[in-house]
């Protein structure tokens, strides 16, 4: 079982999708286990865009972040950083396959709606990052016996 980061970004909060995307990821039989709103400050961007720092975009990358809140998603499942990376699609949503989030809601690669961690160890990071221990619930649903 492992467990990875969402966020959904502001453009999600603006359009009034935040129910929709979270019903597909329900849909799909993964476990929520940390539900929040959060108003990103300079710090956690700085920290999670890291590896970005020195691109051109980041400064628009920056205030998209900051332009709205953000929900934060820890989501649980069998194999759930690749399930999630798949129902996401690729960054680019015009690369995006048919049936993915980012190719049905998103457009443009600056405004792609929603962020997932992108490998085990990066999703550990991210967790650990947008929330508290005592925030990730421990709790038996009733689909974890049958998936
Ligand atoms: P995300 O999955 O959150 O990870 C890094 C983010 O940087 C990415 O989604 C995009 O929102 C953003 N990004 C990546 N490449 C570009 C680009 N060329 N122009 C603008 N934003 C970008």
Redesign the pocket.
Known sequence: MQTTLI?L?PDTIQRGLIGEIVARIERKWLKIVGLKMMQLNDAIINEH?DF?MS?P?FP??KAYMQSAPVVALAVSGNDAVKTIRTLTGA?NPAEALPGTIRWDYALT??A?II??SDSPETAEKELKRFFKEWEICEFEKITDKVV
């Open positions: 966020l970004k865009y970005l691109k975009f628009m990358l960054t690669i600056d792609n962020h997932a």
